[in-house]
Structures are given as structure tokens and as C-alpha cells.
């Protein structure tokens, strides 16, 4: 992400440090002011604030140090002293439907205010109409949006961190692909629809950007896994590897809330020995990521 431009005080009673505008969202308020549409940028900032604080306060309950906050115009992008949230997938589920949430309880407060006449109905649609935007944006099954996270919270036990990972920002370059589309065609047909391009080229370069970073986010993950200090029970995750696989075709198939027991094979099939996960975290951090099974056996 972008680090520029305006910067809050920190908000330790949440657990956030920097709070940054990122550009896109200053491109969209100076839009809307320079339309006369001030009243919507400002309720804009406000719902997405909001929609920020949601995340923040589940991820401080939950025991994370946020260190800084990218606002954007339809959420935001968060930023861990150590970790990831991803590591922990009902975590990460938690954390990812507190801000829709929060963006649902004031569709909730708004239609209230109407009804005892607090807000004028114009502008309780309005605020309606921000907040489903919001929300059912980031509920679209991509990375880096919420709906991304949930779909790998869902995922990752069943297929890997990796695996999950690379899925769900494959989806977000799907949906980045269809937002351009829209965005072109609306351009071809004579009426602009800016919004779609701006948010599909944000989630194209989002998409592409984290995929190249899924190495380092997997051996952070490998990293969090051995230094855990809490060994509760956890499931057992076992599967098979030939005496060839690597050390690194091998932890890539680790799944968060498992403990991994992998069956080394030869050739015929045979199972030679069992490695469990301790051992082969050894091996990523003493830096043998590339050795194979049959080194660590022999």
C-alpha cells in the first residue's frame, strides 16, 4: 500500500496505531466536493471510519496490535505489528464480517432515524445506499476484500494456508476483471461508470501484488506455527510425500489449526517413516527449504 498523505493520531484504546488516507480515497473526496457532493464524501468518510473501527475493535478483543489503517473509499486495509490475521482462520472470519456488520447496523439506525423523524429521508437513503454499497462490496469472495478473507477462513484448514491464499486472490483478479469490464462497457455504451474502473484497477493491483507476496506470507505463517506457545490439543492433518518432494513442495500443504504428520513413500509406494511438522519447521528455518524428504531420511 501507498504510505502517504494525512495521518492520525493513534487510537490505542482500539489497538491502532497510524491511520492513513490512501490516495484513492483522496481522488474520490475531491471528486465529490468538486460536484458539490460534499455531504456524501463526508458521511462516505465517516460510514467507512466506522466500518474500520468495526474490524479494529473484534481484532483488539481477540488480542491483535493493529499498526496502521489505510482507509479507502470502500473499507480499508489493515496492517499487523507481527503476524497476520489469516493464520488463525476463525479469527480472520471474525474479524472480516465486523465491518459489513457494522455498515448493516447503521442501514438499521438509519432507517430508525427516519421513522422517528431524527434524518430527513433523503438523506437516510443516502445513508442506506453507502452502507449496502459497502457492505456487499467488501463481501465479494476476493482478496484483499473482506469476502476474501472469509473465503480463505473457510478454505485453509481443508487445502493449506497457501493454497487458500493463492484461491482467494485468484478470485479477486476475477472480479477485478469483471469491474473493468463493467467500467468498459459503461465507457463504450456513453455513460461512465468511474467507480467500477477505479475499484477494479485497485483490486487488479491488489490481486497481483499479494499473489507475488504469497512465498514470504506462507514462511511468515511457517514462522508464526513455531513460535507458538500454546500447545492445546490441535487436529492432526496427515498426508503422503514421496522421498523426492521438497522440504518446501511439502510445509507449502501446512494448514493453520493442524498439527502435520507427513508419510514419507519411495518409489513403490511403500511408507519409509513419518515425518511430524516440528521437524520439517527445523528444516525451513535452518535453511534447507529446498532439500528433499530422502536428505532428512537418510
Not at 133 to 142: E, T, Y
Not at 146 to 171: K, N, P, Q, V
Not at 263 to 277: D, F, H, K, P, W
Amino acid at each position: 500500500m501507498t504510505r502517504f498523505l494525512t495521518r492520525s493520531k493513534a487510537l490505542p484504546g482500539l489497538g491502532i496505531g497510524k491511520v492513513r488516507l490512501h490516495p484513492l480515497f483522496v481522488i474520490v473526496v475531491l471528486v465529490s466536493v468538486g460536484l458539490g457532493m460534499w455531504r456524501d464524501a463526508v458521511v462516505l468518510f465517516a460510514l467507512v471510519s466506522l466500518h474500520e473501527l468495526g474490524h479494529a475493535a473484534v481484532a483488539n478483543q481477540l488480542g491483535y496490535q493493529i499498526e496502521e489503517v489505510s482507509l479507502l473509499p470502500f473499507g480499508g486495509v489493515a496492517k499487523l505489528s507481527y503476524g497476520s490475521i489469516g493464520f488463525r482462520p476463525k479469527h480472520e472470519a471474525y474479524i472480516a464480517i465486523a465491518g459489513p456488520f457494522v455498515n448493516l447496523v447503521m442501514v438499521g439506525l438509519a432507517w430508525f432515524c427516519e421513522v422517528v423523524s431524527l434524518w430527513p429521508r433523503d438523506f437516510v437513503v443516502m445513508v442506506i445506499q453507502l452502507n449496502v454499497w459497502i457492505a456487499v462490496f467488501n463481501l465479494l469472495p476476493g482478496l484483499p476484500l473482506d469476502g476474501g478473507r472469509i473465503l480463505r477462513a473457510a478454505r485453509a484448514r481443508s487445502i493449506g494456508f497457501a493454497a487458500a491464499t493463492r484461491e482467494a486472490y485468484r478470485m479477486g483478479l476475477v472480479l477485478a476483471g469483471l469491474l473493468l469490464v463493467v467500467g468498459a462497457s459503461s465507457l463504450w455504451a456513453g455513460y461512465p461508470h468511474l467507480g467500477a474502473l477505479l475499484l477494479g484497477g485497485f483490486l487488479l493491483v491488489s490481486a497481483i501484488t499479494g499473489r507475488r507476496e504469497i512465498s514470504t506470507e506462507t514462511i511468515r505463517f511457517l514462522d508464526a506455527k513455531r513460535r507458538r506457545h500454546d500447545r492445546s490439543p490441535e487436529v492432526v492433518r496427515a498426508f503422503a510425500a514421496p522421498l523426492d518432494a521438497t522440504v518446501r513442495d511439502v510445509v507449502r500443504q501446512f494448514a493453520p489449526d493442524r498439527y502435520h504428520m507427513v508419510y514419507v513413500r519411495n518409489s513403490e509406494g511403500a511408507v519409509v517413516t513419518i515425518l511430524e511438522e516440528d521437524e520439517l519447521l527445523d528444516e525451513v528455518f535452518a535453511g534447507h527449504l529446498l532439500s528433499t524428504l530422502r536428505s532428512i531420511v537418510e
